[in-house]
């Protein structure tokens, strides 16, 4: 039951574990997943902890596999950047939100 906390910079996804008590100048990064072109502006986790979904400024959403950091998908198509995501409870849905209003 680990919990972490991630952070986004320059188009990559850092994970740290975090917990209560935790010492803030000691996190170490566990993970980086890159692969957006320009910065990542969202962050959503499935409800079964495998897999992140990220939006950026590069106009896409990306899947990623926790365990091995990889990008398991890439969802292409909006007209702006991807500012919010969210997964449903089920975890085989998210929604996102644009720029311009066209969140789908």
Do not use: Y
Request: hydrophobic fraction near 40%.
């Amino acid at each position: 039951d680990a919990s972490a906390v991630a952070t986004a910079s320059r188009g990559k996804l850092r994970f740290m574990p975090f917990f209560e008590g935790v010492d803030l100048s000691k996190l170490a990064v566990l993970r980086t997943l890159e692969g957006h072109s320009k910065s990542v502006t969202s962050v959503a986790v499935f409800p079964d902890g495998q897999r992140v979904v990220s939006g950026s400024d590069d106009e896409t959403l990306k899947v990623w596999d926790v365990e091995t950091g990889e990008c398991v998908a890439t969802l292409e198509g909006h007209s702006d950047g991807v500012f919010d995501v969210a997964v449903f409870p089920d975890g085989r849905r998210d929604a996102q939100g644009v720029g311009r209003g066209d969140g789908r």
